[in-house]
Nanobody, 128 residues
Framework: QVQVVESGGGLVQAGGSLRLSCTVSGLIFDEYALGWFRQAPGKEREGVSCISWSGGRQYYKDSVKGRFTISRDNAKNTLYLQMNSLQIEDGAMYYC?????????????????????WGQGTQVTVSS
């Protein structure tokens, strides 16, 4: 059984930083592309950042480029999202997900439909 568990969310002032972590168990971690998605109240879920199974390719939503950094530690089965210069509009529930197939290329487009294993989410709130 695949388990995806996020942590690291919280309340931060605008301009501050947070680091999200996600551990994945129940699959061979380094065979799967991974991603971070977010959903704010009343808005659709969106892909924030995704990383290929090898870690050599990353996707970023335009609005987070230069501020967020995705990385993975395959030895620890952990995915990270370093978020700097946080803005009010970054506030949302953040979800970690693993692609539904091995050695896929879902990281290229970072679309939720390509990801089959999801965590429960961690809340990020950015205050002014």
């Amino acid at each position: 059984q695949v388990q995806v568990v996020e942590s690291g969310g919280g309340l931060v002032q605008a301009g501050g930083s947070l680091r999200l972590s996600c551990t994945v168990s129940g699959l061979i971690f380094d065979e799967y592309a991974l991603g971070w998605f977010r959903q704010a109240p009343g808005k659709e879920r969106e892909g924030v950042s995704c990383i290929s199974w090898s870690g050599g390719r990353q996707y970023y939503k335009d609005s987070v480029k230069g501020r967020f950094t995705i990385s993975r530690d395959n030895a620890k089965n952990t995915l990270y999202l370093q978020m700097n210069s946080l803005q009010i509009e970054d506030g949302a529930m953040y979800y970690c997900a693993a692609e539904g197939v091995r050695y896929g290329v879902g990281d290229l487009w970072c679309r939720g439909n390509d990801f089959g294993y999801w965590g429960q989410g961690t809340q990020v709130t950015v205050s002014s």
